[in-house]
């Protein structure tokens, strides 16, 4: 049972690209979100989605753009990285009402 | 301004002993509370959770307690095990799915 898989777990950046963080879960989760982890800020959510083409803004959204084209994907795009975006970047997906089950997390650092 | 707050960022304790860790929340709305534990390269993991018509609730050596009109909770763990070392989230949610993270703190337990 893979649960909630993340692609890459590691990746470099130079300022200014762009790239698609993946998430895929097969539980068949109706609540997706992203977050990132950064010290001493704890985990903060960029943007969730409740549903196949349904999607908000959470806590930290600029800089990120999200889609929910199917029920298992939810690609986090980073449109222009910067350096402030370096962080650790988890995905979570859940039942409505039941807890969140997170993947193990993409290490990202933008130069 | 932070919703949820753990104000400690580091705990030791011996082995065998009891650790308490605490979060503080803001709003009142809040009705659903859960504890989760990272360890290093991992995602977080669901731990424990507690809805605010509780004041207490047990799984094992842990246990969560639930005070809304100090809007405080806190996990306690007895006997604290190595095992145990990790950092503990506390995560506040409330009239819908989003989940917010407190900072989290970094528990250390002793042999």
């Known amino acids: 049972n893979a649960g909630v898989t993340q692609t890459p777990k590691f990746q470099v950046l130079k300022t200014g690209q762009s790239m698609t963080l993946q998430c895929a879960q097969d539980?068949?989760?109706?609540?997706m979100s992203w977050y990132r982890q950064d010290p001493g800020m704890g985990l903060r959510l960029i943007h969730y989605?409740?549903?196949?083409?349904?999607?908000d803004q959470g806590e930290v959204p600029n800089g990120y753009n999200v889609s929910r084209s199917t029920t298992e994907d939810f690609p986090l795009r980073l449109l222009s990285a910067a350096p402030s975006q370096t962080s650790v970047y988890f995905c979570a997906s859940s039942r409505f009402g039941e807890k969140l089950f997170f993947g193990s997390g993409t290490q990202l650092s933008v130069l | 301004d932070q919703q949820v707050k753990q104000n400690s960022p580091s705990l030791s304790v011996q082995e065998g002993r009891i650790s308490i860790l605490n979060c503080d929340y803001t709003n009142s709305m809040f009705d659903y509370f859960l504890w989760y534990k990272k360890y290093p390269a991992e995602g977080p993991t669901f731990l424990i959770s507690i809805s605010s018509i509780k004041d207490k609730n047990e799984d094992g050596r842990f246990t969560v307690f639930l005070n809304k009109s100090a809007k405080h909770l806190s996990l306690h763990i007895v006997p604290s095990q190595p095992g145990d070392s990790a950092v503990y989230f506390c995560a506040v949610q409330g009239g819908s799915e989003k989940l917010v993270f407190g900072k989290g703190t970094k528990l250390t337990v002793n042999p």
């Open positions: 539980m068949n989760h109706e609540y």
């Open positions: 989605s409740v549903g196949a083409g349904i999607t």
